[in-house]
């Protein structure tokens, strides 16, 4: 069965470091998301590709992070620098399409602490 | 008010029994609606899904949208001990034709034997 695949699964970095997470989703889904889940709450969008192009990043905080994905495949986020509030689970999912009957389906995530 | 709101319990049944799981979301045009379930330290995985009022059944699962009150709810029958873990509702909203969801911040829920 084919899966969202994340990189790395666990990440330890301190204050004010870069950190680089990357996701490669699942083959022909042309949306790929971005969440962050903080411990206790639910998911929340960070940013959304169709494709190459981004279509919605109006949560992700562009002062420190970036996201990317150039050929329409695998993504990669970028945190630079880390604060200790980007403490979280990161989370990638894609799906074959935006319509509303289209699931989205989740990778293992990335655990990043920030020290 | 948050988009979706959940009751963050613990709930907790003995096994055998059904859990009922209760999600409202405050955007009336909402069109589609995920019951995810979360394990401990792992992503969430989808389980069921609804688009329209009334019931739907997957095996123990069953899933209720009632639009004019804004309410969606799982039930799962016959609980497992592994049926314990956390159970997130997200929302699509009407419009969104972006496909982005808005997740509640899940129940927590413990079958004990």
């Known amino acids: 069965e084919a899966e969202v695949a994340q990189s790395p699964r666990y990440k330890i970095t301190e204050k004010s470091q870069a950190v680089a997470f990357w996701c490669d989703p699942i083959?022909?889904?042309?949306?790929l998301y971005w969440y962050r889940q903080i411990l206790g709450q639910g998911p929340e969008l960070l940013v959304q590709?169709?494709?190459?192009?981004?279509?919605?990043d109006s949560q992700l905080p562009k002062d420190r992070f970036s996201a990317e994905r150039l050929k329409g495949v695998d993504s990669t986020l970028k945190i630079q620098p880390a604060e200790l509030g980007d403490s979280a689970m990161y989370l990638c999912?894609?799906?074959?399409?935006?319509?509303?009957?289209?699931?989205?389906?989740f990778g293992p995530g990335t655990r990043l602490t920030v020290t | 008010q948050k988009e979706v709101e959940q009751n963050s319990g613990p709930l907790s049944v003995p096994e055998g029994a059904i859990a009922s799981l209760n999600c409202t979301y405050s955007?009336?045009?909402?069109?589609?609606f995920f019951w995810y379930r979360q394990y401990s330290g792992k992503s969430p995985e989808l389980i069921m899904f609804i688009y329209s009022n009334g019931d739907k059944e997957d095996g123990r699962f069953t899933a209720q949208l009632n639009k004019a009150s804004q309410y969606v709810s799982l039930l799962i029958r016959d609980s497992q001990p592994s049926d314990s873990a956390t159970y997130l509702c997200?929302?699509?909203?009407?419009?969104?034709?972006?496909?982005?969801?808005?997740f509640g911040r899940g129940t927590q829920l413990t079958v004990w034997p």
């Open positions: 997200a929302v699509r909203r009407r419009g969104s034709t972006l496909g982005r969801l808005y």
């Open positions: 999912a894609s799906s074959i399409g935006t319509g509303s009957s289209y699931e989205q389906y």
């Open positions: 590709f169709q494709d190459e192009s981004v279509v919605d």
């Open positions: 083959s022909g889904h042309a949306t």
């Open positions: 955007d009336r045009g909402s069109q589609s």
